[in-house]
């Protein structure tokens, strides 16, 4: 262990009290929201869309909570940190892809749909098997996501306490998945909504005070401090030019193209956010909502450049690995360094504070996710599937506070095998899922007419398998000994770390394979409505 790994251990040591302490606060204040929106929950309709009373603005907050995730902290904060300039492709393709889920995705969906995706497409095809693929495509894109926040809630809590055996990390995603399943158990969207509008607030203010201790530090220079940056990496002026990570090989470079699709196109695809749409009383705070998002994310993107390059600049490439391999700790060990040291009382301040609002960040995202499968599952797959629309509305939401403990579990399981990954890139491959499997079919959906129930299966189930076959059998899973989900064995022979160059096309091209081979023909009229209820509202909820 390297030895500001051993400071960063020894001073949580020393200042474990203030540490929990202010974890503790955070825990107590975001229950007591939960549990004041959980009196507040009284039907279907509050659990799911926090009974759409909130304003564009809250939304958009809200919505900036639950994307600017553990990934976007931690994750991005590590890539810049290691690679530099390829490191800051993740927050440009992230940005980017709020202009797709502006443009085509959310007044149309927020018209068509009720509480979930499966809402908009079961609207014109046979409900049953489309809800069916709808809900299964939502449970395993969030369960990726998942991935991505309790592996860094798990580097972020063992760092701050000490903790370096494994059996400690797993308790500790243990802890994070049980947090969980009670805030959205209780609390349902609206507690939800309110810990993310929280979260993002303190996330905000704690990147801002980041950025401008750094920039501080050189004099408000970028400059100097791009210019220390690539020279404390040891790779000088290639860590500011593209190629790092994405160039060096013909297959790397087709791994940059990949990631970008994925990137770009995931967003308008992923549960979490589509159901935030939900939330607001009309289609056109639905869009005010993404505008400010688009606004707050873009803020907090360019705060990026203090912190991961701030990372680089501060702290040795070495010690970044040694605490964490896909350099998930850089930022935390960029609050301590920048406080005054791990020895410093100012510099176990800062880390406590950062870590606590980086932990608050996963909690929230968590609970959006988690959030958005159980919904899926109760109102697509119990309610319409399963009782055949006959389940009263106590029922639906007892199904998915259930459903809620199931998936928490499965994720405290998948989680502990994954916290070696870098969490933008865990994040990465959710976002080709959802581009994959789920964006084809709302597109095909909304815009063409002759979309048949055999083209969307094709395409949500297509994108789906051939999505998590190629990451089952990628890198990222099997191979590298570093950062790999399985240490030790390799079963990989797909190149890329992620699938998303050859599944979005594949689930775009089934859709419409699907469609063409359909004896069934679409339906002109419930096509005409849904165009008529998607562009201007008559009829929504």
Do not use: C
């Not at 107590?28 to 759409?52: E, S």
């Not at 000490?162 to 802890?175: E, F, H, N, P, R």
């Not at 994720?411 to 990465?428: F, M």
């Amino acid at each position: 262990m390297s030895p500001t790994h051993l400071l960063a251990a020894g001073a949580a040591s020393e200042h474990r009290p203030l540490i929990i302490t202010l974890f503790g606060l955070f825990v107590v204040a975001t229950l007591i929201i939960t549990i004041w929106a959980g009196r507040q929950t009284k039907g279907a309709a509050d659990f799911y869309a926090g009974g759409r009373q909130f304003t564009g603005f809250q939304n958009g907050l809200a919505i900036s909570g639950d994307y600017m995730s553990a990934a976007s902290f931690l994750g991005i904060a590590g890539a810049i940190a290691l690679f530099g300039y390829d490191g800051f492709l993740y927050s440009i393709g992230f940005l980017v892809a709020w202009l797709v889920a502006l443009l085509l995705v959310a007044e149309p969906l927020r018209n068509s749909g009720r509480y979930t995706m499966g809402d908009v497409l079961a609207y014109r095809m046979r409900q049953r098997p489309v809800r069916t693929a709808a809900g299964t495509s939502t449970i395993v894109v969030s369960i990726f996501y998942l991935l991505a926040q309790m592996a860094g809630a798990g580097v972020l809590v063992s760092l701050l306490l000490g903790i370096t055996s494994d059996a400690g990390k797993v308790a500790i995603v243990a802890l994070v998945g049980i947090l969980m399943i009670v805030y959205v158990s209780i609390g349902g969207m609206k507690g939800t909504t309110w810990v993310q509008m929280v979260k993002a607030v303190l996330l905000i203010a704690g990147a801002l005070l980041i950025t401008f201790l750094v920039l501080w530090k050189f004099n408000f220079n970028v400059s100097s401090l791009l210019g220390k940056a690539a020279e404390n990496s040891g790779k000088g002026a290639a860590f500011l030019e593209p190629g790092l990570k994405y160039g060096a090989t013909g297959t790397s470079k087709l791994d940059f193209i990949s990631l970008g699709l994925a990137l770009v196109l995931g967003t308008a695809g992923l549960p979490h956010i589509l159901i935030r749409f939900y939330t607001v009383p009309t289609a056109k705070a639905a869009r005010k909502s993404v505008n400010w998002a688009i606004g707050i994310i873009g803020a907090f993107y360019l705060m990026t450049i203090a912190l991961g390059f701030g990372a680089a600049a501060l702290l040795s490439r070495a010690d970044i690995i040694a605490s964490n391999p896909a350099g998930n700790t850089a930022a935390p060990l960029l609050a301590q360094e920048i406080g005054g040291g791990a020895d410093s009382t100012g510099g176990a301040i800062l880390l406590a504070v950062i870590s606590a609002v980086a932990f608050a960040t996963i909690l929230a995202v968590v609970a959006g996710l988690t959030l958005a499968s159980s919904s899926s599952f109760a109102h697509d797959i119990y309610v319409n599937v399963i009782r055949k629309g006959r389940a009263t509305e106590k029922e639906e939401v007892r199904a998915a506070r259930w459903s809620t403990v199931v998936i928490g579990a499965v994720a405290i399981g998948l989680g502990a095998l994954a916290r070696d990954i870098n969490v933008a890139g865990l994040v990465a491959l959710a976002f080709a899922v959802a581009a994959s499997a789920n964006l084809p079919t709302i597109l095909y959906s909304l815009f063409w007419k002759r979309f048949t129930t055999q083209g969307a299966l094709w395409s949500i189930y297509g994108g789906l398998i051939s999505s998590v076959v190629l990451v089952l059998f990628s890198p990222v899973v099997s191979g590298n000994p570093k950062t790999s989900m399985f240490k030790g064995v390799d079963f990989h022979w797909f190149p890329l770390e992620n699938p998303g160059l050859i599944s979005i096309p594949l689930g775009f091209l089934l859709g419409w394979l699907g469609t063409v081979l359909s004896k069934e023909p679409a339906d002109p009229q419930k096509y005409a409505e849904l165009e008529v209820r998607s562009l201007t509202g008559t009829g929504a909820h």
